[in-house]
């Protein structure tokens, strides 16, 4: 047999290393916050806000957001407007993303309508998680797609986008909270940050920001590009892609 060539092996490494692209969808307060002192559904963008997040998420493959995120919404959100399921059927995508939960204990309640959403749905959780989701789900008719019991503390994240990718998941929707969103910031894994800053103030200094965590001293800041800028009313819409730094 013929041995690859250098040109075939660097491109088999490159497949190999490719991830999903980290798209950041976030809708904030115009003091920083992305929800109320007690962590409620951030239900204050316009109509405006909602549809173009809609269409954010139906270019996706598949979002992914934290486990306290889906407790204060009880949902996710799918994609209903038939314009963006033609387009995504038209990219050869299925109807909807894949809904991709977040949970290290895999405590969440079958009973929230997210269940009931036609919707595919992974679970990423822990051993431990996976353990306690299945005594919760019992009979396992509310239940998840697939479950990947791949998350460790620390998590490495780049390994699992690159795992995304040989799945088919090439664009991933990262929609928050400030606590998934830093586990990805620290490993300086997204790639643009779709932000829409709304006209209330909600102010507490334990409220949730985009990005939680323990934060980056300022040299290992990510830094941005302002691509758009578009003001819609009182609401302004800010796109940003991350200055890439070489051989990321
Ligand atoms: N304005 C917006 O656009 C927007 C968008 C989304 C959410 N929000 C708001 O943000 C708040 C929720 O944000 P949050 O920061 O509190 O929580 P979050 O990021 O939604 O979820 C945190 C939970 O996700 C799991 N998790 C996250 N990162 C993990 C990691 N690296 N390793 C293991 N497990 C991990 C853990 O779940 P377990 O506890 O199950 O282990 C953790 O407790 C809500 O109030 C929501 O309304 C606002």
């Known amino acids: 047999?013929?041995?690859?060539?250098?040109?075939?092996?660097g491109q088999l490494q490159k497949m190999a290393?490719?991830?999903?692209?980290?798209?950041?969808?976030?809708?904030?307060?115009?003091?920083?916050?992305?929800?109320?002192?007690?962590?409620?559904?951030?239900?204050?963008?316009?109509?405006?806000?909602?549809?173009?997040?809609?269409?954010?998420?139906?270019k996706a493959d598949a979002v992914l957001f934290g486990a306290d995120t889906l407790r204060a919404y009880?949902?996710?959100l799918s994609v209903r407007q038939p314009d963006l399921i033609a387009q995504r059927k038209s990219r050869q995508q299925p109807s909807q993303p894949m809904q991709i939960v977040c949970s290290q204990s895999g405590k969440l309640d079958p009973q929230w309508r997210f269940f009931r959403q036609p919707v595919p749905r992974w679970l990423l959780t822990s051993r431990t998680g996976t353990q306690r989701w299945s005594e919760i789900a019992g009979d396992g008719s509310t239940n998840f797609d697939q479950i990947l019991p791949d998350l460790e503390e620390p998590?490495?994240?780049?390994?699992?986008?690159?795992?995304?990718?040989?799945?088919?998941i090439q664009r991933l929707a990262l929609l928050g909270g400030g606590t998934v969103v830093a586990s990805f910031a620290e490993q300086a894994l997204i790639d643009e940050l779709y932000l829409t800053i709304c006209p209330l103030l909600l102010g507490g200094k334990?409220?949730?920001?985009?990005?939680?965590?323990?934060?980056?001293?300022?040299?290992?800041?990510?830094?941005?590009?302002?691509v758009e800028l578009r003001q819609v009313e009182d609401e302004v819409f800010l796109h940003y892609r991350r200055c890439q730094p070489p051989g990321d």
């Open 206 to 226: 334990t409220a949730p920001t985009p990005f939680d965590g323990v934060g980056l001293v300022l040299s290992q800041a990510l830094k941005l590009r302002l």
């Open 74 to 76: 009880g949902t996710c």
């Open 1 to 9: 047999m013929r041995k690859p060539s250098l040109y075939m092996t």
């Open 155 to 168: 998590m490495d994240w780049r390994s699992l986008l690159q795992r995304f990718h040989q799945l088919g």
């Open 17 to 58: 290393n490719s991830r999903a692209h980290v798209s950041v969808v976030l809708a904030m307060s115009a003091d920083g916050k992305i929800a109320d002192r007690d962590r409620t559904a951030a239900r204050f963008s316009s109509a405006n806000d909602l549809a173009y997040l809609e269409a954010l998420v139906a």
